[in-house]
């Protein structure tokens, strides 16, 4: 069973930095891609960051220049570091993978979330 587990999140100020990571676990075969995603009450979840397994980002042009996804040598974390946080960043932020793993007596491709975790900009 693959897991995504994210940490971090929490309450800043605006303009202040945060960082979230988010470790994918389990009988896991291959990574294509990690991406980050916000979903704000009563807005459709969203796209922030995306990286694949060559390392290639994308980002949403509302965070363009002000976050940074990454991820270690593994593979199996990324990392979202957020600087210069606007109140309207504020929202549940959630670890998307498409992971190639064990599922009973076979392997196969799926689309994983984690649990999310609420940030929240505000003075």
């Known amino acids: 069973q693959v897991q995504l587990v994210e940490t971090g999140g929490g309450l800043v100020q605006p303009g202040g930095s945060l960082a979230l990571s988010c470790a994918a676990s389990?009988?896991?075969?291959?990574?294509?891609?990690m991406s980050w995603y916000r979903q704000a009450p009563e807005n459709e979840r969203e796209m922030v960051a995306t990286i694949n397994g060559a390392g290639a980002t994308n980002y949403a042009d509302s965070v363009k220049g002000r976050f940074t996804i990454s991820r270690d040598n593994s593979g199996n974390t990324i990392y979202l570091q957020m600087n210069s946080l606007k109140p309207e960043d504020t929202a549940v932020y959630y670890c998307?993978?498409?992971?190639?793993?064990?599922?009973?007596?076979?392997?196969?491709?799926?689309?994983?979330w984690g649990q999310g975790t609420q940030v929240t900009v505000s003075s």
């Open positions: 998307n993978a498409y992971i190639n793993a064990r599922n009973g007596l076979k392997y196969e491709w799926n689309t994983y």
């Open positions: 389990g009988n896991i075969m291959s990574i294509i891609s």
